[in-house]
């Protein structure tokens, strides 16, 4: 048996099958990506006052990775709009685009996710003085990079000092802490630029609590690894999907033109949507 | 609607394609350097951020998804979706209004950062 209107618009509505699917798809997501933003503003309303980080993410890598992504969107449509005009060299370069874009996406993520676990907090049973250059700081809470045996480890927590009989390590402090307001973190990092670091030596027993940015250390991570890594899984799919039409699913340019270029729609039309969820995380996470 | 698409359409529709990706990167460019001038005030602060973003997502479903021009049959079904979205949204903050805010209910003390005296950053 034939399905109807796989390629061609049913009459009453409009629209081929994949179409309607798509959207059906996409209205779950929505509330999917919905239901994680309301437990997003769930926990930062619930914080404690002046507890939500700020400052922690790398505003540049974000700005950068969204123009990536924006970029990768708009080739999508080029692409598109190439094949509706029969030109099926300019939809392949265009989609090209659009793969290498999305993997260059997922490459920074992935660098991003590593420069986090292995930065660190350390709460201190006691405060110690620390030096910014010029100016010292007394305090119990501390955040920064750790040296131990000339590496920089990563994923460490409190029970790792024990378990691997770590006395003492090195940690390389930062200027600042995300509890401070961002105008503030801005201000600490501009008076500390290109001046001389002080690495301070921290003793296993004056430990309280020792946490890389993991989900674990936070609410905040918690969300932040959730939402971006939901984020990437789409991403990666989207990815897969289009470069499958692109590449070994092509044949079906030839025996099926019409029906080849709603898949390319159909498959456009998720890619906008991980576009879309994007356009909203970069400012909830890394900017607010 | 694709089988009334002309040449002369479809590279109209390029021409606003573009249009609308330097649109989207002009966006993000205003919501990155608004974020250099702090403002004291959270609410203006988030208000700028979520309506430039809002701008955007506009863009993109509008033109890219198309939904500029859509069939009635999807515009019925995001209708539903936009209903249970705001729904949803509305419930999270009813809820979270109805629970005594900061460290009311456990009656702990909230001490700001650095808690030592002696300096601060």
Redo the contacts between chains.
């Keep these: 048996m034939e399905i109807p209107f796989v390629s061609k618009?049913r009459p009453d509505?409009?629209?081929y099958n994949a179409?309607?699917g798509i959207?059906?798809f996409l209205?779950s997501e929505?509330?999917l990506f919905?239901?994680l933003?309301?437990a997003y503003?769930?926990l930062r309303?619930?914080a404690?006052?002046?507890t939500w980080p700020h400052g922690l993410l790398d505003?540049p890598i974000g700005?950068f990775n969204?123009?990536v992504l924006?970029?990768s969107?708009?080739t999508?449509?080029?692409g598109w709009?190439a094949l509706?005009?029969g030109n099926f060299g300019a939809y392949r370069k265009y989609q090209a685009v659009t793969i290498a874009c999305a993997l260059g996406f997922l490459g920074i993520k992935t660098f991003e996710y590593r420069d986090k676990f292995g930065h660190y907090e350390v709460w201190l049973n006691k405060?110690i003085?620390v030096k910014h250059g010029a100016?010292?700081?007394?305090?119990?809470?501390l955040l920064g990079h750790i040296e131990h045996n000339g590496a920089h480890p990563l994923f460490w927590k409190t029970e790792t000092l024990a378990r691997n009989k770590v006395e003492s390590f090195k940690l390389e402090p930062d200027?600042?802490?995300y509890?401070?307001?961002?105008?503030?973190i801005?201000h600490?990092k501009k008076e500390a630029a290109g001046k001389p670091h002080t690495p301070v030596e921290i003793k296993t027993s004056d430990v309280k609590r020792l946490s890389a940015f993991v989900p674990a250390h936070s609410t905040y991570f918690g969300i932040y690894f959730t939402l971006t890594a939901l984020h990437g899984l789409h991403v990666l799919i989207g990815a897969l999907v289009i470069a499958y039409i692109w590449g070994p699913g092509a044949k079906m340019w030839k025996t099926d033109p019409e029906r080849y270029?709603n898949r390319v729609?159909v498959s456009?039309?998720f890619w906008?949507?991980v576009?879309?969820v994007w356009?909203?995380l970069?400012?909830?996470l890394y900017?607010? | 609607m694709s089988d009334a698409h002309s040449h002369a359409d479809i590279k109209k529709h390029v021409r606003i394609y573009i249009a609308v990706f330097v649109a989207l990167l002009v966006g993000t460019i205003i919501t990155v350097w608004l974020n250099y001038f702090h403002f004291d005030s959270v609410v203006v602060t988030v208000s700028i951020a979520l309506f430039v973003a809002t701008i955007k997502a506009a863009l993109v479903a509008g033109f890219f998804m198309h939904l500029i021009s859509e069939k009635k049959a999807i515009y019925a079904m995001l209708a539903v979706t936009v209903f249970f979205f705001a729904a949803m949204m509305y419930l999270t903050i009813w809820a979270r209004d109805q629970v005594p805010r900061g460290s009311e209910y456990t009656g702990d003390k909230y001490v700001p950062y650095p808690a030592a005296k002696g300096g601060s950053y």
């Design positions: 618009a509505t409009g629209l179409k309607v959207w059906l209205a929505v509330m919905g239901a933003f309301s503003i769930l309303i619930g404690d006052p002046g505003i700005t969204t123009a924006i970029t969107s708009v999508v449509v080029l709009s509706k005009m405060p003085a100016t010292e700081v007394t305090t119990d809470r200027p600042y802490h509890t401070m307001s961002t105008k503030e801005a600490a270029m729609e456009g039309l906008h949507f576009d879309l356009i909203f970069f400012p909830v900017l607010l």
